[in-house]
């Protein structure tokens, strides 16, 4: 059995069809073909690594999260991508710092912020808890508050408040 779920697996790089039955079959199979997709992912170029990623998400295995961390290490920034998006919908918690090392590189590497790779890292990121909102010092400025911390403008609505509206006789 071992050697037809290593054979699925290099099908994986395959064309098209073969590809996706081969990651069907694999799927089939369940948690019994992880190691054997972990241990050929290192010689699957990258529609073969994409295709794993989709088998690691569909089964739901934890243990495919250090390969998966280590394709947040991909010279493919579609791997990346993938890979960052799958931690977090296997909820892979010890991914955080290298996902945020993966956005730091994004960064060094000057992609653009609202390309793919990184909004992908964002996302999971914030799926795992790990972001936090950031609002400029400007922006931040914009916002007069009063005393009781409301925006500046409103009209106290609780009926708590010490205002009294007045009334219009009808």
């Not at 992912?41 to 739901?60: C, H, R």
């Not at 945020?100 to 990121?125: H, K, M, S, V």
Request: aromatic residues 6%; glycine residues 8%; proline residues 11%.
């Amino acid at each position: 059995m071992t050697s037809h779920i290593a054979a699925l697996v290099q099908q994986l790089d395959s064309k098209a069809d073969e590809s996706y039955d081969a990651r069907a079959k694999l799927i089939w199979i369940g948690a019994d073909a992880i190691p054997a997709v972990i241990n050929g992912l290192p010689s699957l170029g990258g529609f073969g690594q994409l295709t794993a990623i989709e088998v690691f998400e569909k089964v739901g295995d934890p243990r495919c999260g250090p390969a998966l961390i280590g394709l947040l290490d991909s010279d493919n920034p579609t791997v990346r991508e993938w890979a960052a998006m799958a931690v977090a919908s296997l909820e892979i918690y010890g991914a955080v710092g290298p996902l945020r090392r993966a956005y730091r590189a994004c960064l060094e590497r000057a992609t653009p912020p609202d390309w793919t790779e990184p909004g992908g890292i964002r996302w999971a990121l914030t799926e795992l808890g790990a972001r936090t909102p950031v609002v400029p010092p400007l922006t931040a400025r914009l916002q007069p508050t009063t005393a009781d911390n409301a925006p500046a403008g409103l009209q106290p609505t609780s009926p708590r408040s010490s205002t009294t509206w007045p009334t219009t006789p009808r």
